[in-house]
C-alpha cells in the first residue's frame, strides 16, 4: 500500500457544483495531515491543516478519520480559480519534519 | 518578504555537465528540504537539512549533493547530469514542529539532453 494514495482524477465539475478528494495514507502513527494546492506550473502552496475534529475554512471543508487513516477534503460552490492539483500531504512523524505527499488530484472547474 | 527563493528558474543541461541549483530563505527557517516533481508523480524528497551543517539523505538522493554552510542557504548540486534528472526541483523551508506547513520556492525547471 502507498504511503498516501489519492483519488486519481481528474475531476471535471461545473462551477458551483460541489467536489470531494479522498486520500488514504498507510501509517497509523501519522501524526499531521495537510492539503496543498498547485497550479499548473506553480509551487505547491499550503491550502489548509486538517484536524482530528475536522474543520473548514470558507468554501473548503477538510475531514480525518483516524480509524480508517482517510483524509477528505471538500469543495462548496466551485469557482473557476479553484481549478488546480490537490495535494494530500502527511507528517508520520520524526525529528526531520519530512512530509509525504500524495500524487495530487486535478481539478477542472468549467463556466 | 522574499520567502524562498530558488535560481535559476529554467536551464538546459547537456549529459555529463554539473551545475548547482541554488535556494536561499529569508525567514529564519532551521528546516530545508529539496524536492523533485516528475509529471503525473507526488513530490520526492532529495536531500533536507535540520540546521547548518546539518544534512541527511530523502527518498532519492543518488545523483546530488548538498550543503548547508548558512540558515539561509541550501543549494544543490547535480555533479555528473542524466536524462533521468530531467524533473522539476522545488525547494522548501518550515520551522520545526510536524504541524508546521512547508513554504516552497517557485521551482527550477531543468532539462538534460
Known amino acids: 500500500r502507498k504511503e498516501v494514495e489519492q483519488d486519481p482524477g481528474p475531476f471535471n465539475v461545473p462551477e458551483g457544483a460541489t467536489v470531494a478528494f479522498n486520500c488514504t495514507y498507510s501509517n497509523s502513527a501519522s501524526q499531521s495531515f495537510f492539503w496543498y494546492r498547485q497550479d499548473c506550473r506553480k509551487e505547491p502552496k499550503l491550502l489548509m491543516s486538517?484536524?482530528?475534529s475536522g474543520n473548514e475554512d470558507g468554501r473548503f471543508t477538510a475531514q480525518l478519520n483516524r480509524a480508517s487513516q482517510y483524509i477528505s477534503l471538500l469543495i462548496r460552490d466551485s469557482k473557476l480559480s479553484d481549478s488546480a492539483t490537490y495535494l494530500c500531504?502527511?507528517?508520520?512523524?520524526?525529528?526531520?519534519?519530512?512530509?509525504?505527499f500524495g500524487k495530487g488530484t486535478l481539478l477542472t472547474v468549467n463556466p | 518578504n522574499a520567502g524562498v527563493t530558488q535560481t535559476p528558474k529554467f536551464r538546459i543541461l547537456k549529459i555529463g555537465q554539473s551545475m548547482t541549483l541554488q535556494c536561499t530563505q529569508d525567514?529564519?527557517?532551521?528546516?530545508m528540504y529539496w524536492y523533485r516533481q516528475d509529471p503525473g508523480m507526488g513530490l520526492k524528497l532529495i536531500y533536507y537539512s535540520v540546521g547548518a551543517g546539518i544534512t541527511d539523505k530523502g527518498e532519492v538522493p543518488n545523483g546530488y549533493n548538498v550543503s548547508r554552510s548558512t540558515t539561509e542557504d541550501f543549494p544543490l548540486r547535480l555533479e555528473l547530469a542524466a536524462p533521468s534528472q530531467t524533473s522539476v526541483y522545488f525547494c522548501a523551508s518550515s520551522l520545526p514542529g510536524g504541524n508546521q506547513p512547508q513554504h516552497f520556492g517557485d521551482g527550477t525547471r531543468l532539462s538534460i539532453l
Open positions: 500531504v502527511v507528517y508520520s512523524g520524526g525529528s526531520n519534519y519530512k512530509l509525504t
Open positions: 486538517v484536524y482530528s
Open positions: 525567514m529564519n527557517h532551521n528546516y
